[in-house]
């Protein structure tokens, strides 16, 4: 008899909404044809790694040097934990060292391994929301509670929200910048108010909130926008992330963790997230990619046929009467659904798809009346999606 806890969830109408869309999708194609249906429901890169990377993976692929795929230390290889402090220095502005980073299984492993090593039973879980949907179930499978807060009505934060919503049982503040879905970038105000609240909190209380920032798609801005840093604002900033969307590489789950150097719970930190690794089933990062990565995590790739599919996308929707949240970066963007559905996204993505259109509905991110659409696919899916876009507006 599987878990009633796992039973509820995965018979709950919102869970998995994207895979969901996802798997619906392929079988769309297979009925009509794929260039017939409109498919956005994923955020899955389609641009090629860049070469640096390519060439790294038949570099490290050449070495058959004895015990090239055995174990390392839990944390990762000493190598390419170098290289990703190296890394958080350029981003953070800040000294960085090897001993501050954990190398896991992606950000969604890295958040999951900082999440068991902070929480209590019953702590609590701060998020701005809309939020991704999966931040639900890492906080649950650690038995603590997730307090969603609302932002602005243009998504960015609202500190005073936050501010609110702290006590004694908050172990975190989680903010994901670039966000997805809505593809807002905190400001660099912002981020100090909201370490500001974090310190007042905790010379208050004697605990601390970490303030954990899940940021996979740093490097996808537009505009000339720069992601804040953390670590030069608040002593107890962790820093989840990936090369999953920057370097199109999701599916060999690599990322890591890195902790504020200066942070004063840095040894217990480390020690709990090494420990966590290990017994979450990890034990290690993937030997490969670890190798890949440190050759290869300071490729540039060329980021501007997003930029060039979010305008577009921007036009259909445009075509279509849609409002929408224009977003800063990543590559997804935030659709309010029209005014005579009443809120009710799950019925009109589900309308949607009587068009071939494949959304995700915004209840799925705790964004209700709402619906967001990954543009990480061919201009042509963009394209040619307009007149079904309207047709979905215009008929009920």
Request: no cysteine; glycine share 12%.
């Given at each position: 008899m599987i878990s009633k806890k796992v039973k509820s969830i995965v018979e709950s109408p919102s869970n998995g909404v994207i895979r969901k869309m996802f798997e619906e999708g392929a079988l769309l194609k297979q009925k009509?044809?794929?260039?017939?249906?409109?498919?956005?429901?994923?955020?899955?890169?389609?641009?090629?790694p860049p070469q640096k990377v390519v060439d790294a993976v038949m570099k490290?692929?050449?070495?058959?040097?004895?015990?090239r795929h055995g174990y390392m230390p839990n944390a990762g290889y000493p190598e390419t934990r170098a290289a990703m402090a190296k890394k958080t220095e350029v981003e953070q502005g800040v000294p960085v060292t090897a001993d501050c980073v954990v190398m896991e299984v992606g950000a969604g492993g890295a958040l999951n391994v900082i999440l068991k090593a902070i929480l209590n039973p019953e702590d609590e879980i701060v998020i701005p929301c809309p939020y991704f949907a999966e931040y639900n179930n890492y906080v649950a499978n650690y038995n603590g509670v997730v307090v969603p807060v609302k932002t602005k009505e243009d998504f960015n934060l609202d500190v005073d929200n936050i501010k609110a919503a702290l006590n004694e049982k908050t172990a975190a503040v989680l903010i994901n910048s670039p966000n997805n879905p809505?593809?807002?970038?905190y400001s660099e105000g912002d981020i100090i108010a909201l370490a500001k609240v974090l310190k007042e909190h905790g010379e208050k209380t004697g605990r601390y909130p970490y303030l954990i920032c899940d940021e996979p798609y740093r490097a996808i801005t537009y505009n000339n926008m720069k992601v804040a840093s953390v670590f030069d604002k608040y002593e107890y900033a962790v820093i989840a992330t990936s090369f999953a969307k920057n370097l199109s590489l999701p599916g060999e789950r690599i990322g890591y963790l890195c902790i504020n150097p200066v942070c004063p719970e840095k040894a217990d930190f480390m020690a709990a997230a090494i420990f966590c690794t290990r017994v979450l089933g990890f034990v290690n990062c993937p030997a490969f990619f670890q190798k890949v990565i440190a050759e290869s995590w300071d490729a540039e790739p060329d980021f501007s046929l997003y930029e060039k599919r979010m305008k577009e996308i921007c036009e259909v929707m445009d075509y279509a009467g849609l409002k929408y949240a224009?977003?800063?970066?990543?590559?997804y963007l935030f659709v309010k659904i029209p005014d005579s559905w009443n809120d009710d996204d799950m019925a009109f993505t589900n309308h949607m798809k009587n068009y071939n259109i494949l959304c995700a509905p915004g209840s799925g991110f705790c964004g209700k009346g709402w619906f967001r659409i990954s543009y990480c696919c061919s201009e042509a899916t963009i394209l040619n999606s307009k007149d079904a876009f309207k047709k979905a507006v215009e008929e009920k």
């Open positions: 009509y044809g794929a260039d017939k249906v409109y498919d956005f429901s994923i955020g899955n890169p389609d641009l090629d490290v692929a050449a070495d058959t040097t004895h015990l809505t593809g807002r970038i224009k977003p800063d970066g990543a590559f």
